[in-house]
């Protein structure tokens, strides 16, 4: 009998949150869609969105919070959040999905109360098909209509190739497409995002209001990196930086002021969207707050790392 209370106990709130899926605020932003390779609002004009990426969830939750929501939006200037539920590691959402589920809706709730864009990021470096489904069905029948929340279905394909990425993408769109036909979806590309001039290649069709992820660290990518980039969009598939960094692709080492100034300069080039990583307290230079900053927002400067310093001052500059 204990065992059965517990189970409830545990449940109840998962089930509760479903039941309330579709008590959501409103919001004052544009719904966002995808002509050639930008984004637009409802009169054309071209949209570009800028912010920071929250880290995985399962090792950093603290940060999750409608206050640190607003100090990123009202302090330091970003019109994007990203809300990355982590995938697969241990104590991530294939172990815990209430936890993975109520950091997510905490960031997107507070994104939309503050007017801002929010992506919900499945954060997975696999496929895991069946589960991505049912999550972003859930997500969109919380979220339906709410022009403030786009979908990233798959962080960074690792293994993967791209017919198999193209057809796990197929599945999730339709789940998302069955609940919500006109929300922007994000699509990730294989080898860490970076394969972009594959897919430009064999996009997938039938679809609209999609555009693909392309991930890049200063410290490690470079040129080449951005001539398939170029290459893509001459293609016609639109890009969105949904994850990015001044450093090395490790997280670490030195940041690359100059190699991290060339990627604004061609991302401003093309009215590409980028999002920063991330928002956690980590030990690593692509950490962005130190220990002593608030879960809640109100950051000192000694709060933030050199990292963060940079992301607020490139985010001034729009």
């Known amino acids: 009998m204990i065992k059965k209370l517990y189970d409830w106990f545990y449940l109840l709130p998962l089930a509760l949150l479903w039941v309330g899926c579709n008590v959501t605020p409103t919001s004052s932003v544009e719904r966002l869609k995808v002509e050639g390779t930008r984004l637009v609002n409802g009169q054309g004009k071209t949209v570009v969105l800028r912010g920071v990426s929250f880290g995985w969830n399962n090792w950093h939750p603290r940060f999750y919070s409608a206050g640190a929501v607003k100090e990123l939006v009202d302090v330091w200037g970003c019109n994007v959040v990203r809300a990355s539920m982590g995938v697969g590691p241990e104590g991530s959402y294939l172990d815990n999905p209430l936890q993975g589920i109520n950091c997510v ?26 589960e991505a489904k049912a999550f972003f069905t859930k997500m969109a029948e919380r979220y339906r209509d709410i022009p403030n929340v786009i979908y990233e279905i798959f962080n960074e394909p690792v293994y993967d190739s791209w017919d198999d990425v193209k057809q796990y993408a197929v599945e999730v769109i339709e789940a998302i497409r069955a609940v919500d036909s006109q929300a922007l979806i994000l699509v990730g590309c294989p080898h860490w995002d970076q394969d972009v001039h594959i897919a430009a290649d064999s996009p997938l069709t039938g679809y609209s209001n999609l555009m693909y992820t392309l991930h890049f660290y200063a410290g490690t990518h470079h040129s080449e990196l951005r001539d398939r980039g170029d290459y893509a969009l001459s293609k016609g598939l639109p890009l969105f930086v949904s994850e990015c960094g001044g450093m090395e692709a490790s997280g670490d080492g030195p940041l690359d002021y100059d190699d991290w100034q060339a990627w604004q300069t061609w991302m401003n080039r093309h009215s590409i969207s980028w999002v920063a990583w991330s928002l956690s307290d980590k030990d690593e230079t692509c950490s962005m707050l130190r220990p002593s900053a608030s879960s809640v927002g109100k950051w ?8 963060g310093e940079l992301v607020r001052k490139s985010l001034s500059h729009k």
């Open 105 to 130: 809706t905490a960031v997107v709730d507070a994104a939309i109360a503050n007017d801002v864009y929010a992506i919900i990021d499945w954060h997975s470096h696999e496929i895991h098909t069946a």
């Open 300 to 307: 000192k400067d000694d709060d933030i790392k050199e990292w």
